[in-house]
């Protein structure tokens, strides 16, 4: 029997090794960016799906006052063990994005390849990631992608968006920037759409 997505990124979380290095993604680092011309010191950010935590240190660093949401409790320790390191703090949730509702906004969230992951519920779950955006916030997004439009977007447990769906989702915001990446790994080439945009 194959593993869930949620056991998978389990098992992968558990090594002693950070899987994806100490440094924070692009995505996370080119969000702040973004946001540091409208709010200039501080602020409240949300990294949904945080994994091991090398944005949510970037986040901190970065004098946000932080909070990291992940499914696995593996990921949760590799966040709190990469944060000890750095001598750094910040607000850790361990709990499936469906579960948890929040009635906070927040100035600048990331969600960088997690919701994918998701299934079906992929789309109604980024539905709940821009709604967490404060008026004026930042989202930073990254997701996997499908080149055709007519190409069922469910391939088993992953979702993939088409460029076009995620600019209309966004079509109210104010963007920064989108684009259509490839990656190459193991696997062969991965499609991706990043994108970040200010909530108006």
Known sequence: MLDTEFERWSRLFSSPNFHYGYAPGPVARRAVRYHRPLRHCGGT???VGCGEGQDVAYLVDSHYEVTGLEWTREGIAKTRRLLA???RKARLIQEDLRDWHSEESFDLVLSINSLQFLGA???DE???VKSLVAP???IGLSVFAREDEFEN???GSIY???FDEILANFSDWQPFEAARLWQWGGAGPQPFITLIAARL
């Open 153 to 155: 977007p469910l391939e």
């Open 85 to 87: 390191e750095k001598d």
């Open 160 to 162: 993939r968006w088409t």
């Open 136 to 138: 004026g916030g930042v």
């Open 126 to 128: 980024l539905d709940k």
């Open 45 to 47: 950010a949300l990294d």
């Open 121 to 123: 519920d992929a789309p």
